[in-house]
């Protein structure tokens, strides 16, 4: 894949990722704002945007959303097959929900 490519790439993901975090808060706010990590100030932000507005911010060269998983116990607790598995998204979530929120995108 060449640089073009992955900038493409990079585009494509910032505008699903901007459309998506739009929904998702207008569907339900705290929800979003607690599955997309993010303030109450930059939820309104995401909002407010317009059509032209998330097409110019997606068309950055870096990638907006970021990869939240940093923390092995949490990652692990997504990805392996737990004993109990009726609390593993629960276990997940309140692993998630002491991830600290981002103040901007």
């Keep these: 894949m060449n640089t073009l490519d992955t900038q493409e790439s990079i585009r494509e993901i910032n ?55 940093n923390d092995h116990m949490l990652l692990s607790a997504l990805t392996q097959a737990p004993k109990n598995t009726d609390i593993a998204a629960t276990h997940a979530a309140i692993l998630m929900a002491g991830q600290p929120v981002k103040a901007l995108i």
Aim: hydrophobic fraction near 55%; proline fraction near 2%.
């Design 15 to 69: 505008l699903s990722y901007l459309i998506l975090a739009q929904r998702i808060l207008r569907d339900d706010r705290a929800i979003g704002m607690f599955r997309l990590g993010l303030s109450a100030e930059v939820a309104d932000l995401l909002v407010s945007l317009s059509l032209p507005q998330v097409v110019k911010l997606a068309s950055a060269d870096q990638m907006l959303c970021a990869f939240r998983f």
